[in-house]
Nanobody, 122 residues
Framework: QVQLVESGGGLVQAGGSLRLSCAASGRFFSTYTVGWFRQAPGKEHEFVAA????????YYTDSMKGRFTISRDNAKVVVYLQMNSLKPEDTAIYYC???????????????WGQGTQVIVSS
């Protein structure tokens, strides 16, 4: 079992920045991939970004590339999502999740956090 706890969400004005954190504990292996997804009201989960723990390879949804940056801290077993130039359409609950594969689909991820709310005001 892997436990994931997100933090760092909040209310920010358009153009602002937030840094989300995802702290992992439990049986976390270096072969895992950690991903960020988001779910806006009335919409499906959307892949945001992912990072492989072993090689730090990163993957992004094209629309967020350049604004969002995913990174990790080995020692703390924490994954970050730095979000810059935020837009009202970035408003969503942001979730981190762990997969044994490298993927962008929700069903490829086995463990999920509880989510953290991000609200971007115009």
């Amino acid at each position: 079992q892997v436990q994931l706890v997100e933090s760092g969400g909040g209310l920010v004005q358009a153009g602002g920045s937030l840094r989300l954190s995802c702290a992992a504990s439990g049986r976390f292996f270096s072969t895992y991939t950690v991903g960020w997804f988001r779910q806006a009201p009335g919409k499906e989960h959307e892949f945001v970004a992912a990072i492989t723990w072993s090689s730090s390879s990163t993957y992004y949804t094209d629309s967020m590339k350049g604004r969002f940056t995913i990174s990790r801290d080995n020692a703390k077993v924490v994954v970050y999502l730095q979000m810059n130039s935020l837009k009202p359409e970035d408003t969503a609950i942001y979730y981190c999740a762990v997969s044994q594969r490298v993927g962008r689909a929700r069903n490829e991820y086995d463990y999920w956090g509880q989510g953290t709310q991000v609200i971007v005001s115009s």
